[in-house]
């Protein structure tokens, strides 16, 4: 087997799927890219034991076909230091040696049977179809995927919720302590079905979709999904469980509500919070009237820091409670100007809604409060 592929387009479609690759790995032909050459195709896949993505690229003069698997590192280190030029892989097909030449040198290396490469599971025959935009599945994605738990205990809440109904696709995540649901018209399911998709296959989505134009298609059972890009396949694996009620956690009735610019919140927390406990990370709100009082304090190193932030505040004097980080990167992931927060009392969650919505999508967030001392 021998063809000659450019080595930019090899380099660049390799470094997007080797993200799938994990440093360990139980079985070693999961170190290795799998290359597939059937015509002028090749197609290349990376895995791990949950996740699979493949995408292809077109060589030139192709002799025989067959597949077989390089080790990643063979094949990536030496390519990200080569400028664009053609390169010629010669492959012996019963040896499996690989010499690679390019404009002035070579190197080789021996290869392992394509055929050891595992195989994904096929879906069941009673498998669903959803079909969504690229711009929708990003958008959900990329304002969701920051709020996924890293817990062992609780698996169920370590990717996105998709909940899809014939009317719309919601996208939910959560950690316990914030939560984010993103609601979209723009897609419709053939019947009521939700999935978890786990956090790795969607922090690969939310890198890829950017590139991708036109619609995604998600075939998917109750354990797999084959998700079908432009120029990209995936299949993984979901998170098996049950996932909790999110609706029941968002409260209702919250009558002490202000809005308020979003990057003048955002620049004064990460002012003050420099100066918070580092083991809590609290910062406190004093509502009043017209304005928003921010304070942290660190009593062991007797540091403070406060800053005040003008404000329409419609309900009763209040001092509440957050951890800095976490409401930082809720109002990171708002894509709005101005943000409306809305409380019940310092005990219960707070919501943080964008003030300009996006066409046909809805999106809340929800933190959690942090005692305070006095």
């Known amino acids: 087997m021998k063809f000659v592929v450019s080595s930019a387009a090899l380099l660049s479609h390799l470094q997007a799927i080797s993200r799938v690759i994990n440093s360990k790995n139980t079985l070693p032909i999961l170190d290795c890219f799998l290359l597939d050459l059937k015509g002028s195709t090749l197609s290349l896949t990376a895995a791990d034991n949950e996740t699979r993505l493949e995408t292809t690229v077109e060589v030139n003069s192709a002799e025989g076909e067959g597949s077989l698997a390089i080790n990643a590192r063979n094949l990536l280190d030496p390519l990200r230091e080569l400028p664009d030029q053609p390169l010629t892989f010669d492959i012996n097909d019963e040896t499996l040696e690989i010499f690679l030449y390019y404009h002035n ?20 025959d009673s498998f669903m179809t959803l079909t969504v935009e690229v711009d929708t599945l990003f958008s959900g994605i990329n304002r969701t995927v920051f709020a996924t738990a890293d817990d062992e205990l609780r698996p169920v809440m370590n990717g996105i919720y998709f909940d899809i109904t014939t009317d719309d696709l919601t996208f939910v995540a959560s950690d316990g302590h914030k939560l984010v649901r993103v609601t979209t018209t723009e897609t419709k399911g053939e ?17 890829l979709l950017p590139k991708e134009s036109g619609a995604v298609e998600i075939k998917f059972d109750e354990n797999n999904a ?9 299949v993984c694996r979901f998170v098996e469980g049950r996932y909790p009620n999110y609706n029941s956690v968002i409260p209702q009735n919250n009558p002490n509500t202000f809005v308020l610019d979003r990057l003048t919140l955002l620049n004064a927390l990460k002012r003050v919070a420099v100066f918070s406990n580092p083991a809590s990370n ?4 004093q509502l009043s009237e017209d304005k928003i009082v921010v304070t942290a304090q660190d009593i062991d190193f ?43 009392d310092p005990s219960r969650a707070g919501l943080i809604l964008p003030v300009d919505k996006e066409e046909n999508e809805d999106m809340l967030t929800l933190l959690m409060p942090m005692m305070l001392n006095d």
């Open 302 to 344: 007797l540091t403070t820091a406060e800053e005040t932030i003008p404000c329409t505040y419609e309900g009763n004097v209040m001092n509440i409670g957050f951890k800095a980080s976490f409401l930082i990167d809720i109002l990171d992931n708002i894509p709005s100007s101005d943000v409306r927060i809305e409380l019940s």
């Open 191 to 207: 019947g009521r079905s939700s999935f978890i998709l786990p956090k790795k296959p969607a922090t690969l989505l939310k890198s």
């Open 105 to 124: 040198g070579k190197y080789n290396f021996v290869g392992l049977k394509g055929d050891e490469y595992p195989e994904p599971k096929p879906l069941k």
């Open 282 to 285: 609290l910062v406190k709100f």
């Open 226 to 234: 084959y998700i079908a890009m432009s120029s990209y396949k995936m």
